[in-house]
Nanobody, 120 residues
C-alpha cells in the first residue's frame, strides 16, 4: 500500500502563506487523485482540495481563490500552496490518495498529518 508523508506545516501570521508537500512512496496506477483534508480541534475532518491524475484541481468553497493544489508526477508529490491564511485555517492537514469507483472518490491511504497554525 502506498505511504504518504506530509511536510511544510508550521506557524504563520494571518495573511501569510505556507506550502505543504505530500510525497507518495510509489507510483500507483490505481490512484485516481490525491488531495488534502484538514481537522481543527473539536471538529470533524473536512475536505480541502483534490487534484486528479490528469491534473484537474477542485477546491472547497472555504479555500477557493486562496489555496492552490498542484502535482509533480515525476516526484510522486502533491503540493498545497496556501495564501491569505486566516486563523480559521488552523488545523492538522492530512494528505490522502484516492481511488475512483466510477461515481465517487474514496480514500486508499492517509498521511500522518502536519500542523498548520495561523496566529499573531
Amino acid at each position: 500500500q502506498v505511504q504518504l508523508v506530509e511536510s511544510g506545516g508550521g506557524l504563520v501570521q494571518p495573511g501569510g502563506s505556507l506550502t505543504l508537500s505530500c510525497a507518495a512512496s510509489e507510483s500507483d496506477a490505481s490512484i485516481a487523485a490525491m488531495g488534502w483534508y484538514r481537522q481543527a480541534p473539536g471538529k470533524t475532518r473536512e475536505w480541502v482540495a483534490r487534484i486528479t491524475s490528469g491534473g484537474d484541481p477542485d477546491y472547497s468553497d472555504s479555500v477557493k481563490g486562496r489555496f492552490s493544489i498542484s502535482r509533480d508526477g515525476a516526484k510522486n508529490t502533491v503540493y498545497l500552496q496556501m495564501n491569505s491564511l486566516k486563523p480559521e485555517d488552523t488545523a492538522v492537514y492530512f494528505c490522502n490518495a484516492e481511488g475512483f469507483s466510477g461515481r465517487w472518490y474514496y480514500t486508499r491511504a492517509w498521511g500522518q498529518g502536519t500542523q498548520v497554525t495561523v496566529s499573531l
